[in-house]
């Protein structure tokens, strides 16, 4: 067995390599991380035939292996993606660098002066499913934070991983860092998922991105503290005032604009005043876009007419399901009550919208709904590190510790206390 070989699965030196590499980011400066970010955006297009000659391997391999077309698309890279990546990471070079960030700074009345500074969370886990650009954009936020990384993909993506882990590697190296601040597991070995659990000397925070086993397991198993969320079953409410052209745009777009992620819209629920004007409508811009539209009972009997098999009635398990694909539930409520309890019951906490043009309406659902991100008149599609201007995104957490929603380089960081004396005895 090759050295490199060895390295690559032995956990508990990759820790230790890990560790050293976070002790050394820690102390770079804002320019050497930059440095390293602006190499690896390079990168991305000067190594494009590389990375998608190793994706190309992965495509069809995962395809013969039955992935469904959710878990496909997520794979599938190509020019666009790739450009679209090193944008993301351009973007996190140009984002103020919370570290050493004070804040919180005040004078107590025995003169000490009193603060907090922001310092990285040290060595972050990322454990994760099918999305190589998790790779690069876990991997970039982590490196501008200060924060050294371990990284596991699934064997599905494995050689797509492997060529982005080693394309940032070179980067970070080109520009004076650890090359170990980013590490790839690329033996696929289910029992390393194991191991990494338990590695809690080794890591301080571990971010599962996956399926719904692959979260329970993490939060189940592991013995250091887990960021949870990406399940995200949204929802968007089509008040009784709701403009008809608005409440088509988001419904649709929320919906059709990318159906196979976790922002995706997955229940309308519709008021009842306004469902015989507005779900014909945006019925008829999903059915042109293709969806599947399961309709409960109210709602079938404004849409059976259309007589249209893609149509069909609710079942028990249509509500609090997270489709990822061409299909949506629709419920008619008769209140804003209503609808808010239905999201509690069923929502996953991870992104709501209203469509209304009732203001008090629109405050009320802000201040009710408890989820990461509650919307007014917009799409859940916005709910995106990059989006929301952050640069890219580790996880979208549903968590209410620590870190909620698309989280960036702040959520990567802690902070410590920083108090600045004359001599000051306490008596």
Request: proline share 4%.
């Amino acid at each position: 067995m090759s050295r490199q070989q060895h390295t690559t699965t032995n956990l508990a030196v990759i820790g230790q390599r890990a560790r050293v590499a976070a002790r050394q980011l820690a102390r770079a400066s804002t320019g050497a991380k930059n440095g390293a970010l602006l190499n690896i955006a390079a990168a991305l297009k000067e190594r494009e035939a590389e990375v998608l000659a190793a994706n190309a391997q992965d495509y069809p391999d995962a395809k013969a292996a039955g992935l469904s077309p959710a878990w496909l698309d997520r794979l599938l890279l190509n020019p666009e993606r790739l450009a679209g990546m090193a944008d993301d990471v351009r973007n996190i070079a140009a984002l103020p660098d919370p570290i050493g960030e004070e804040y919180d700074v005040r004078t107590l009345p025995n003169g000490l002066r009193l603060g907090r500074r922001r310092v990285p969370l040290g060595v972050i886990g990322a454990i994760y499913e099918s999305r190589p650009n998790v790779t690069v954009d876990i991997a970039s936020l982590c490196l501008k934070s200060g924060n050294a990384v371990i990284l596991r993909g699934g064997s599905e993506a494995l050689r797509s991983n492997t060529a982005l882990a080693r394309l940032v590697r070179d980067a970070i190296a080109a520009a004076g860092l650890p090359g170990d601040a980013v590490q790839f597991v690329e033996d696929t070995d289910r029992a390393l998922v194991g191991q990494m659990l338990k590695m809690r000397d080794a890591i301080d925070l571990l971010i599962p991105r996956g399926g719904p086993d692959l979260i329970r397991r993490v939060a189940q198993e592991a013995t250091m503290p887990v960021v949870t969320g990406g399940i995200g079953v949204c929802h968007a409410f089509v008040d009784q005032s709701a403009a008809l052209q608005m409440a088509v745009d988001i419904a649709n777009n929320s919906k059709v604009q990318r159906p196979t992620v976790c922002n995706a819209l997955d229940t309308l629920l519709v008021h009842a005043k306004a469902a015989p004007t507005h779900l014909p409508e945006i019925a008829k811009a999903w059915l042109r876009a293709g969806v599947e539209i399961h309709a409960d009972r109210r709602a079938m009997t404004i849409l059976g007419p259309m007589e249209e098999p893609r149509i069909k009635p609710t079942t028990d398990d249509d509500w609090g399901r997270e489709f990822l694909a061409l299909v949506a539930a629709v419920k008619i409520v008769d209140s804003l009550d209503e609808a808010i309890a239905h999201i509690e019951r069923y929502g996953s906490g991870h992104t709501e919208v209203i469509i209304t043009e009732d203001y008090s309406n629109a405050l009320r659902f802000l201040s009710d709904v408890d989820s990461a991100v509650v919307m007014v008149n917009a799409s859940t599609r916005f709910t995106d590190g990059a989006e929301f201007g952050l640069g890219a995104e580790v996880a979208i957490s549903t968590n209410k510790m620590h870190a909620r929603g698309p989280m960036g380089l702040r959520e990567l960081t802690s902070y410590k206390w920083t108090v600045m004396g004359a001599g000051q005895v306490r008596s």
